[in-house]
C-alpha cells in the first residue's frame, strides 16, 4: 500500500523531508520559483562582464547560454551528488556569483584587447583549484571571516557594482551620442516603478517574480519606441553543443589570479554559511563533512565553467530565502530547477530571449538587485557587534579603502599592474583591509579567537 504524502514541514516515516519526492503538481511549479528567484542573477554576471569586454550579441547571448549550462549542472551535482564525496545533498543553488563580477571588471579593464577573456578564465579556473585544495580545512579558516569581514565584502559588491547599473540606465554605451538621453532615465525609472508596484501590492508568486514582472513590461513599454534589439533572437541557433574555449584558451596572469582567489575565499564563507542556514531550515545537521562536500562542488564548478565560458561559481542566498519562506524542503525540487537550467542553456535561442531587455530597463532593475546586496551586507553587519569601537574602526576603514576605486579610479595608475588589479577592485582591496585589520584587532595578543563567527561555532560542534 502506497505511504501517504509528507505535508511540507514535516518528516514521514522512513523519509526526511529533504529527500522527499513530490508529485510533480507540486514538484514543478514549486522549481518554477527558484528559477523565478534566481534567473535574474544567473545572467547577470554574463551580461555585465560580456558588455565590458565589448562582445557582440550573439557572443552574449552564448555567454548567457554557458552561465545557465554551468548553474544547472553545479546545483544537480549539489542536490543530487555522490555520497560521501561531492554535493551536499541539500536544496541548494549554485551559479555564478555576483561578487565576482567587480574583480573581474578590473581583471578586464587591465588585459589588452582580444586577451581579457583568456585572463579572466585562467584566473578562474585556478580559484577553482585553490577552493578544491583549500575547501576540506576551510572550517578552520573561517575564523578569520566572521561576519564582520563577509559583512564588509557583501556590501561594497553592492556599493561597487553600483555604478553599472546607472549606466545602463543611461544607455550602456558611454561613447554613444545619444547616452544619458531622457528616453533612456524615463524607461529606467519606468521599470524601477513598476518593480515597486509588483512589491507593494503583489502577493506570494507575483511580488516573488517582481524583478522578472519588471523586466518584461519594461521590455514591452521599449518596443513601441524602438529599444529593443531583436537581432538577437533572429541569428541565436535554437539549440547547440557548448564549445570548449570559444572564447580563447586560458591565460594566466599572477595579479588576476590572486584577486580571483581572495573573491574565492569570500564565495566559500557565503556558500558555508548559507549551507549552515538550510541545515536549520531543513532541519537536517549541517556538518564539516556536508560543508567540505558541498565546497568540493563549488569548486569543480569554477574550475570547469570556463571550460565553456562560465565564472566562479557559488550558493545563491535568495533561494535559501525561498527554502525558508515556502517550508518546502525537497532536494528534488531544487534539482529540476537545475535541470530548467540546463535545457536553458542548451537552447541559446531561450538565452537570446534575455538579450531583448534593453539596456535602460536593465538599469532600473540592477538598482534594485545589486542595491539589495549591499543591504544584505548590512544586515550582517548589524549582528557584527558595531557597538565595539575597534570595530567600528575595523568597517570604516575597510569600506573607505573598498569606496577609493571607486570615488577616485584613477588613484592607483601610479602603481605597478598587479597592485592595480587587486587594489583597483573594490571588493578586492575591502576584503584584504578586513582581513588584515580583523587579524590585528581581533586574533593578535590577548584578543586572539574572541569575534569568531557563528558558523565556526556551528562546525566545531557538529
Known sequence: MAQPAIPDGTSGPGCHPVDEKLHPSRLVPAALQHIAAMYAGVVTPPLIIGQAVGLDTAARTRLIAAGLLIAG??????TLGVKGFVGNRLPFVNAASSAGIAPILAIAENSATGHQLPAIY????????????VGPFFGRLLRFFP????????TLIGVTLMPVPVAWAQGGDKEAADFGDMRYLALAAFTLVVILLFQRFGSGFLKQVALLMGLFIGTLAAIPFGLADFAALRSAPVAAVPEPFAFGAPEFQPAAILSLCIVMLVLMTESSAGMLALGEICERRTDGRTITRGLRTDGLATLIGPVFGGFPTSAFAQNVGVVSLTRVRSRYVVAVAGGTLLVLGAFPVLGAVVSLVPMPVLGGAGIVLFGSIAVSGIRTLSEAGLDDSSNIILVAVSLGAGIIPLAAPAFYADFPAWAQTVLGSGISAGALTAVTLNLFFHHLGTRGGTQHAEAVAALKSS
Open 122 to 133: 585562467g584566473a578562474v579556473m585556478v580559484a577553482g583549484v585553490f577552493c578544491l585544495a
Open 73 to 78: 549542472l553545479a546545483t544537480i551535482l549539489q
Open 147 to 154: 561576519p564582520l569581514v563577509t559583512g564588509v565584502v557583501i
